[in-house]
């Protein structure tokens, strides 16, 4: 692999990095491999994935990356224009095409769209990109107020506060993202949604989730460092 100054290496990627979007995380690259081996789409059976708050594309892009080609158009979204900026030039260095480009079937397809999740219209938005998906991820802003101000200066004076602050409780962006999960024309049946959290928020994502009474399955899958780090969720 050749690394470039100002990148990051994510699974078998190489993704370029610019301020202010964060860094991709080992913890977030450790749940997607993850995801990647659990299920395998496949041309005959391909999937659409609906990536929130995307930043720098690292989660669609791995997914498509490893995947079988043909067998997953991805989506991400993302409010800032930075970070589609970014996640468009990571996937024309990794050599995912756009759908706009692309003119073979057998290929994985990445697409962006600006949007703010957090708006009452985004479901109605998110509609009209392709749905129903097959997979919806997300590595939300989670950060409390409280935890906010007491980050170091080297994180608040370089990072985008949009993409750390979570709200008041640190839960808002989950709260818009179960909104949309009750939506019946987002998530197919038997749709995924992995979420990771913070590493004292596993337990009430969860909850939030359970609570939407449209998911037979849950669970909650620990990091390298064995925090709660990720919500899974099945959907009937």
Sequence with gaps: MIFFIGAQPFGP??????????????????WVLRIAETYAPSPQKPVKLLDLATGSGCIPLLLCHLWTP????AHAVDICPHALSL???NASLNGIPTRSVSNEKMQNTFTTSMANILDDTFPDAATRMASPFDIITSNPPYISWKDYVRLPKSVKDFEDPRALFGGPSGFEFYYAITRLICREDILKPGGLLALEVGHDQAEKVESLVLETGRFRQTGIWLDLWEKQRTVIAQLW
Excluded: C, K, Y
């Design 70 to 73: 043909g067998s997953i158009d």
């Design 13 to 30: 990627l190489n993704l370029l990095t610019r301020p202010p979007i964060l860094i991709p995380r080992p913890e977030t690259e450790h």
């Design 87 to 89: 996640a468009n030039d």
